[in-house]
């Protein structure tokens, strides 16, 4: 083009051309390097904020998998991640508190950027190298560091990015010099003319320094174009400026989205935290609450048990019963422990370390499954004759949890044949035992390869096997993390169907009570056994010869004739024991060779039957059968049946051995006195807990009572009594709902029972130690009172006044309890109730001051604290609430009521501070805050150990 002519600098044109060329490349140049500089570091930083966010997203999910080793969810992770193409490298490690390491736990690597070196930081940091960003994050939980999470992101893309932004940036300022050039060069032709014009509009401008001022085009010729092109330079750089803002504006939103989704991922693990939170306690409010369902209803079933137990029953029956407690006792058990199958999996498992007798426990255990065995026709056969001590310190529900599982599990999968219990005790160091059990069957036994999976929760070798014999598979699992709790182990060693060995060990305290095994020497007796089963035979053979027995042994009923010779060797054997199979009552060879001779008369027979047999309830003495034992044989009752058949045959040098581990405490006698026949007792009181004890009480002089829970109640059973079945005697409680003892002892003398009930002596009961309690009993037309709680002597006392007119020995009054200052009267505190366990921790005084023979039976106290539980579980938040609102009528009639409940069940310190505060309450003083604290932080460990001690019997 013409005007594209050689440039010469001494021309105005050239100069202006020259100038606008270099202010425009300037200014591009300024405007790129700008644009430049934000959009690098705002895409570098966008870059570097993405890889921390994924890491930061990483190790919020890897904290599961590494507490739990879920390999699962990582495989599940690294596929997600392999659709992200720009990650290059991720490594998960484990953190080790213990050596304080970091070991790499999983990683996914699309190009290997580095080994694991053994020495991470542990920290969280980010660093930009040539080719890559490495970001590493902490995987925390509350409290604890678990891992970390290192990411390694690729930067190809955003160099590349880069790439195109300088080539743009370079051709836009390629475009636009040549723009200007092309446009200043047709621009610079008419400039001349119009210069002084532009020039005087350019001194304008500087002189005004408004630059919202436009320059105006006064011609068409090269000034006035360079006005045109210095206003579109000014709108360029406006624009510029514009975008300039609106980017950062854009960067400014960006970081505050992030932000936000920042803010929401935080509540979203917050509200999950709160929500698992929740859940765990939803999960041990439930535990408790089923807890204490199911032990109730269980307790109530132990204490009528324990009440049977102590009545006038057939042998045959006590037996049943005894073994039907012993199932109870262990279906409780089992139920605490399955209770506690969350503290086992949490690690929150506490064990209890009680002084108990090893013996009578495994006895115990393979009784309550008895009867599960005989239905199968299993020869049940327990051998402890390498326990070489009896009492040990432990867990002993923990230890019947185990043999329960591995027994049941034992009859569970055996159709026949038998199952062997073998126990060992030896001596590990002075300070504990090492016990050894086995559990071996003749079951169907299980594959080697399936072995590996029999421990775990929930599972079960083989699907098939749960259709068929059902159950969970859960108690293996709990029995081998008791067993290690314990400082033992379990093993198996099993083939498919030849039977299995279960194989335990634990580690046991030496007990405090210094219990020896007890002598016994039966060396003066010659026993002949008869048995066709020959592993029972060595057991029992064996556990006779330990006790130095001379033992002579047949496997069938003409081997035993042949063994007992003619009559010329009379008194060879002073005893045959005989197994129910060999016996074949009642056509058996050895009983008509035994009963058709005379010379055998001495000859003690002693016949071995299953639980389920009826041979037990036959009349034996036909066929010269003395006594039956229940199998499995059980040493103790062996030993106990050998000695009282011979004891008056035979001087034994040693002691028959209890059956249970404490011996039973001494009964009070039985009242001398012969009650009138027909004699009927009415007991009005409102608490379930006062009715008990007072039953168990009048059980134990042969009487018994009728319930009534209020006075209107008492009124309508008194109506409805027919003249044959007249009551004899009424006990009133005196304070109860609807209407009290003393209303209703008015109506009663008004004839508004019934003129038979008008005349009916009548018995208060009273917790009250107040001056004037027994004036305002009588003026109320009671006969009598006695104070709560109840002692057997002072109940005898009005038995015999009121139904037999015998008049105490001194014939005087009986003691007021007013004159003892305000203080209740007291008997000689008594043990702790036989058999029952109290675990150690236990704060509270319970059965103090009792002698209530009832209160020896085990499922009786533990019925009475389960309804003690049950009755006063709020009862802490109804007194404080009662106080707060100033209920004063209320809170001294529960606290009345409480005052007579924790005098039946001996709870010594929270009655005494009842009866303090009753006393107050009756005077219309209120009590002060601190005493009235105690009163209720003694009734809150009254419950909580109630609890424990429901917990561990």
């Known amino acids: ?69 879920d390999q699962a969810a990582v495989k599940n992770l690294w596929q997600n991640i392999r659709q992200d193409p720009q990650i290059l490298q991720t490594d998960i490690y484990k953190y080790n508190n213990n050596t304080d390491k970091l070991s790499l736990f999983s990683r996914y690597t699309k190009a290997q950027i580095a080994a694991f070196d053994g020495q991470s930081a542990l920290d969280n940091r980010q660093q930009q190298s040539e080719n890559f960003i490495s ?287 073998k126990a060992r005790l030896s001596a590990r160091d002075q300070d504990s035992w090492l016990f050894e059990c086995s559990v071996t069957d003749t079951g169907i036994g299980i594959d080697p390869e399936q072995l590996k999976q029999l421990f775990a929760s929930f599972t079960q070798v083989d699907a098939s096997i749960t259709r068929q014999y059902g159950g969970t598979g859960l108690g293996l699992a709990i029995s081998k993390k008791l067993c290690e709790l314990m400082s033992g182990e379990i093993t198996v060693n099993s083939n498919k169907g030849q039977g299995s060995c279960f194989e335990f060990y634990l580690l046991l305290e030496q007990s405090r009570q210094k219990k020896d095994m007890p002598a016994r020497d039966i060396s003066a007796l010659k026993i002949l056994l008869v048995d066709g089963n020959s592993a029972n035979l060595a057991v029992v053979q064996a556990q006779l010869q330990q006790w130095r027995a001379k033992v002579t042994s047949a496997d069938s009923a003409g081997e035993a004739i042949a063994l007992c010779g003619g009559p010329e060797q009379q008194g060879r054997f002073d005893i045959a024991i005989l197994d129910r199979p060999v016996a074949k009552i009642p056509d ?34 036909p066929w010269r059968i003395n006594e039956v034992l229940t199998k499995p044989v059980l040493p103790s009752e062996l030993f106990n049946m050998l000695a009282i058949q011979a004891v008056n045959k035979l001087q034994l040098t040693g002691a028959a051995c209890p059956v249970t581990s404490i011996p039973a405490q001494e009964k009070i006698p039985v009242s001398p006195f012969s009650w009138p026949k027909g004699t009927r007792i009415l007991l009005v009181d409102d608490n379930e807990i006062n009715q008990l004890v007072l039953q168990g009480l009048l059980n134990e002089i042969e009487l018994d009572c009728e319930f009534a829970d209020h006075g209107a109640e008492a009124l309508a059973i008194l109506n409805s009594q027919t003249p044959d079945s007249y009551y004899s005697l009424i006990f009133m409680d005196c304070q109860m709902p609807v209407m009290d003892g003393y209303e209703a002892s008015r109506k009663i003398r008004l004839g508004m029972a019934g003129t038979a009930a008008a005349t009916t002596p009548i018995i208060a009961m009273t917790a009250n130690a107040l001056v004037g309690d027994k004036k305002k009993c009588l003026d109320a037309g009671m006969d009598d009172y006695i104070s709560k709680p109840v002692s057997t002597g002072e109940l005898l006392r009005v038995l015999k006044l009121w139904l037999l007119h015998i008049l105490p020995d001194d014939e005087t009054e009986p003691v007021d309890v007013t004159q003892t200052s305000g203080q209740t009267t007291s008997t000689a505190p008594a043990d702790i109730p036989a058999g029952l366990l109290i675990p150690a921790g236990i704060k509270t005084k319970i059965f103090a001051g009792h002698n209530n023979p009832a209160f020896q039976n085990t499922g009786f106290c533990l019925e009475l604290l389960g309804l003690y539980i049950e009755d006063y579980r709020h009862v802490v938040t109804q007194l404080q609430n009662y106080l707060t609102s100033n209920e004063h009528d209320r809170l001294q009639k529960l606290v ?58």
């Open 588 to 621: 058996n060879e050895f009983c008509r060779f035994v009963r058709d001779n005379r010379s055998y008369d001495d000859m003690i027979l002693i016949l071995l039957t299953s639980a389920s047999d009826k041979t037990q309830s036959r009349d034996l003495t």
């Open 896 to 953: 009345h009521k409480l005052k007579g409940t924790s005098g039946s069940l001996g709870l010594s310190q929270v009655h005494e501070k009842a009866v303090e505060i009753d006393l107050l309450l009756k005077n219309n003083q209120a009590p002060d805050e601190k005493q009235f604290q105690t009163f209720l932080a003694l009734i809150s460990q009254s419950i909580a150990d109630c609890e424990a001690i429901i917990a561990a019997n």
């Open 135 to 421: 970001v590493s994050r902490l995987v925390q939980v509350p409290g604890k560091t678990v891992g970390l999470v290192r990411l390694y992101y690729d930067t190809q893309a955003l160099k590349e990015h880069q790439q195109q932004t300088y080539g743009i940036l370079l051709l836009g300022l390629v475009i636009a010099s040549g723009v200007t050039f092309l446009l200043s060069g047709l621009l610079l032709k008419p400039f001349t003319r119009p210069i002084d014009s532009l020039v005087a509009g350019t001194k304008n401008i500087a002189s005004s320094r408004d630059y919202s001022v436009r320059v105006s085009k006064t011609s068409r010729d090269e000034m006035g174009e360079l006005a045109d092109n210095f206003n579109k330079m000014m709108d360029v750089i406006e624009l510029k400026h514009q975008q300039q803002n609106a980017k950062e504006l854009e960067i400014q939103q960006l970081n505050k989205t992030l932000e936000t989704r920042v803010y929401e991922r935080t509540l979203a693990l917050e509200d999950a935290k709160q929500k698992a939170e929740a859940a765990n306690q939803a999960k041990s409010n439930f535990l408790a609450n089923m807890s204490h369902e199911i032990r109730t209803p269980m307790n109530g079933v132990l204490g009528m048990l324990g009440l049977l137990l102590n009545s006038e029953l057939p042998k045959e029956y006590k037996h049943k019963l005894s073994i039907a407690k012993i199932s109870a006792d262990s279906l409780l058990s089992l139920i605490n422990d399955i209770l506690d199958f969350s503290k086992i999996e949490a690690g929150k498992l506490t064990l209890e370390t009680l002084d108990f007798d090893l013996v009578a426990t495994l006895e115990a255990v393979v009784q309550s499954v008895a009867f599960r065995a005989d239905e199968k026709y299993l020869e049940l056969i327990l051998d402890i004759t390498e326990v070489i001590h009896p009492w040990v310190r432990g867990d002993p529900l923990r230890i019947k949890q185990i043999l329960l599982n591995l027994i049941g599990n034992a009859i569970k999968f055996t159709d026949q044949g038998k199952i062997t219990i």
């Open 1 to 69: 083009m013409k005007f594209i002519a050689p440039l010469r600098l001494n021309s105005i044109r050239s100069k202006i051309l020259v100038f606008t060329l270099l202010v425009v490349f300037a200014a591009t140049i300024s405007v790129e390097l700008v644009m430049l500089h934000f959009h690098g570091d705002t895409l570098s930083s966008s870059t570097m904020n993405l890889a921390v966010s994924k890491t930061e997203f990483i190790a919020s999910n890897s904290a599961a998998m590494l507490i739990f080793n």
